[in-house]
């Protein structure tokens, strides 16, 4: 059984404190909706969560899963930028991905045809859409079996298909043992809990 | 180990798509070194004289073109912050992504160097001295970039920060090369000791570079 606590978190940005006192606990097959204004937070608390920010004060980690790994590299984070390289194609960046980031069985066209880029592989990264970059960028998180989901806007610039496409992943992830935390001003279409950021700025 | 080889051949293969810039290091390196006998005029003997040292000097110039783009284009990307949360310890991502930049940016320099020497009136002996002394200091250069790059990642037009942080510290490798690639042609010191240190210079920065520089990017969590 995972479990995702955080405890006293604050984060500090330029001189200017974000969130103080962020205490929350996730376990597995459950999932977090990080909601506020904008400016709130949402992102940082993912950061923070990725080990990409330091935390101010607090602590944020993920028990019972591979003790010899950090929270981080037990997470997925699917920020707003997507990470791909445009001179390489499709298959490529998510060859390059999958290599990198695990040492999992060969799931790459299985990812692909999960997000509906299988047919469009041999294209360079260049000439995908919006959209078609994050389905790409998904395709990740599919391809590379990691138990935590950091998701920040995940739905922006998907389809209304590739948004229910999006839901049925997360509810696979969740089925299977996975946890989820992602900062959304929309709906995910899957049952969260919420946690609500900046209530008082 | 995947990991490594895996982000290696990635940054390789990036060099030599379009846009990449590994061959604009070579044109670079070939427009200085014509450029110099237009201003110290064609005097063969001066040009001789002073062939090692404009072969070093337009080396360390096109070595520096593509290093502001090492690590700044992965963090523009979004790639920085995955590389960040994989397995692999951050100082090998580093060794990898040098070593990736000194295959496609720096190994092309010393291959082109007998062409552009004979460009220099070089003999045949000195040729191979400047080769040789830019294939063993040549990673020095990379490693201490790498050092550079990662300090000014995070900084917009970090790209004209970084000649000016990584230069000076060049200054060792630049003086035991061409005094090496010298001794070797004129004597009269022997070619072996400052070879030796230029080697010496290599293997530290070789230790110190990545240590270095993935202590500059975790400092520059922000």
Redesign the interface.
Known sequence: MLRLSASGLACV?GSRSIFTDINLELLSGEALALVGPNGSGKSSLLRLT?????PAAGRIELAGGAAE?TT??Q?H?L???????P??TVA?NLA??V?????APDTRLAALTGVGLRGIADLPAAYLSAGQRRRLSLARLIAVPRPLWLLDEPTSALDAAGQDRLADLMRQHLSGGGLIVAATHGSLGIETRELRLGGTA | MSSFSALLLRDMRLAVRVGGGALMGVLFFLIVVTLVPFAVGPDLAQLRRIGPAILWLGALLASLLTLDRLLAADHEDGSLDLLLMGTTPLELVVLAKAAAHWITSCLPLVIATPLLGLFLNLEPLAIGAVALTLLAGTPALTCIGLIGAALSVALRRGGLLLPVLVLPLTVPVLIFGVAASNAAIIGPMSFGAPFMILCALTLGSLVLGPFAAAAALRHGLE
Do not use: V
């Open positions: 940005r990725a080990g990409l920010l330091r790994r981080a590299e997470a984070y920020g707003h930028l997507d990470a791909l390289k001179s390489l490529e390059f991905w290599r990198y980031l695990g040492d």
